[in-house]
T-cell receptor, first 115, second 115 residues
Framework: DTEVTQTPKHLVMGMTNKKSLKCEQH?????MYWYKQKAKKPPELMFV???????INESVPSRFSPECPNSSLLNLHLHALQPEDSALYLC??????????????FGPGTRLTVT | AQSVTQPDIHITVSEGASLELRCNYS??????LFWYVQSPGQGLQLLLK??????LVQGIKGFEAEFKRSQSSFNLRKPSVHWSDAAEYFC?????????????FGAGTILRVKS
């Protein structure tokens, strides 16, 4: 089973709201990723968790706050977002990030609209 | 810096015709290579990957790709396109430790299938 699940599928939030995106995988993978994808563009890496520790932060604004409660779960906490943050947010996971090569498996994404 | 080029932004093919999507990369050494497909509003699905060995790799949905070191290319092919193949296709390279353990995506090619 190569499934990564994400909830919610769609999210509309105001600029003063606080919300969270959730991602889950049950493949035993030890790395999880958040990507942001704008329309007609490739995904852009935001964060990487490797063995439940934050290993890469691509200079993402602090209004995005990732959390990895355990090896199967990844959250992205959102607050005080801007309309330009509207995008498709993709979660991915991969096996043994310190033993390349490995492939990343993506979830279906959360379509976020900031009003 | 490493980069991935997909020269064709859009490609239109007739149903039943053959397909080739181009991908060129710029790396110091042989990277790990991937093709992903994304239907509108969906996540990315891994079609195939090349790590080493046989330079012609088979993937899902009848796709194949050929790694050509001399041309720094990893082109995706399908002998007979189906209407359901209409989607956006991303070539990606990495991750390797020397490149920050990140996937680097091309800009994507949108495939349209006409009946």
């Amino acid at each position: 089973d190569t499934e990564v699940t994400q909830t919610p599928k769609h999210l509309v939030m105001g600029m003063t709201n606080k919300k969270s995106l959730k991602c889950e995988q049950h493949m035993g993978h030890r790395a999880m990723y958040w990507y942001k994808q704008k329309a007609k563009k490739p995904p852009e890496l935001m964060f990487v968790y490797s063995y439940e520790k934050l290993s890469i932060n691509e200079s993402v604004p602090s209004r995005f706050s990732p959390e990895c409660p355990n090896s199967s779960l990844l959250n992205l906490h959102l607050h005080a977002l801007q309309p330009e943050d509207s995008a498709l947010y993709l979660c991915a996971s991969s096996d043994y990030p310190d033993r390349a090569p490995y492939e990343q498996y993506f979830g279906p994404g959360t379509r976020l609209t900031v009003t | 810096a490493q980069s991935v080029t997909q020269p064709d932004i859009h490609i239109t093919v007739s149903e039943g015709a053959s397909l080739e999507l181009r991908c060129n990369y710029s790396y110091g050494a042989t990277p790990y290579l991937f093709w992903y497909v994304q239907s509108p509003g969906q996540g990315l699905q891994l079609l195939l990957k090349y790590f080493s060995g046989d330079t012609l790799v088979q993937g899902i949905k009848g796709f194949e790709a050929e790694f050509k070191r001399s041309q720094s290319s990893f082109n995706l092919r399908k002998p007979s396109v189906h209407w359901s193949d209409a989607a956006e296709y991303f070539c990606a390279v990495g991750p390797k430790e020397e490149y920050g353990n990140k996937l680097v995506f091309g800009a994507g090619t949108i495939l349209r299938v006409k009946s």
